[in-house]
């Protein structure tokens, strides 16, 4: 299956940082999404972006598909960000839509 | 956002015992739902693919005999752990997928916690 590698796996920042997640696959795709799981572990959508840039808040994400990566941006980081960011590919042979997961970027954000 | 729910959040139960967890798709329904697992620290593990009216295709090393998936309608899918032991406690997660020409988001329930004593 495809491979997905994310990093940082552990960030730690000040309230009011900015910080840049980094996802990269393995194949082509065609399908990415972020995800935050927060503290009790309910996955949040931030993202569905197979391509392009999105923006939502003080969060956006960028996905290059021909140089397989993409990138999930914080700005102005709350202690409320914290938590796992995940990263998720469905590679572009699937038919059933499977989604392939990234490690996770553990995000710590103290007050 | 599409909404899914899962119930129960969490349970207890004895070695030996069934339990059932059910998946639910609120707003939309959902031709194929995943089942994942989640050990502590870790990425979610799929489980299986449930697509309704049809048999769940298992991931390599997952008992299907253990865990029974049934998906009886398009807004509905049920994973039960059959004789449950202690190395089944963990967090089981299900997803719902909106299937669309050029568009396949998914969207996760809230998560099962399963201890077995």
């Known amino acids: 299956g495809i491979q997905v590698e994310q990093s940082p796996p552990d960030l730690i920042l000040q309230e009011g940082a900015n910080s840049t997640l980094r996802c990269n696959f393995s194949?082509?795709?065609?399908?990415l999404q972020w995800f935050h799981q927060n503290p009790w572990g309910q996955l949040i959508n931030l993202f569905y972006?197979?391509?392009g840039t999105k923006q939502n808040g003080r969060l956006s994400a960028t996905t290059v598909a021909t140089e397989r990566y993409s990138l999930l941006y914080i700005s102005s980081s709350q202690t409320t960000d914290s938590g796992v960011y995940f990263c998720?590919?469905?590679?572009?042979?699937?038919?059933?839509?499977?989604?392939?997961f990234g490690r996770g970027t553990q995000l710590t954000v103290w007050p | 956002g599409a909404v899914v729910s899962q119930h129960p959040s969490w349970v207890i139960c004895k070695s030996g015992t069934s339990v059932k967890i059910e998946c639910r798709s609120l707003?939309?329904?959902?031709?194929?739902m995943f089942w994942y697992r989640q050990f502590p620290k870790q990425s979610l593990m799929l489980m299986a693919t449930s697509n309704e009216g049809s048999k769940a295709t298992y991931e390599q090393g997952v008992e299907k005999d253990k865990f029974l998936i049934n998906h009886a309608s398009l807004t509905l899918s049920t994973l039960t752990v059959t004789s449950a032991h202690p190395e089944d406690s963990s967090f089981y997660i299900c997803s719902a997928s909106i299937l669309a020409p050029s568009y396949n988001e998914q969207f996760f329930g809230p998560g099962t916690r399963l201890t077995v004593l």
């Open positions: 972006i197979p391509s």
């Open positions: 998720a590919v469905v590679d572009r042979g699937s038919t059933l839509g499977r989604l392939y």
């Open positions: 707003d939309f329904q959902a031709t194929t």
């Open positions: 194949d082509s795709v065609n399908n």
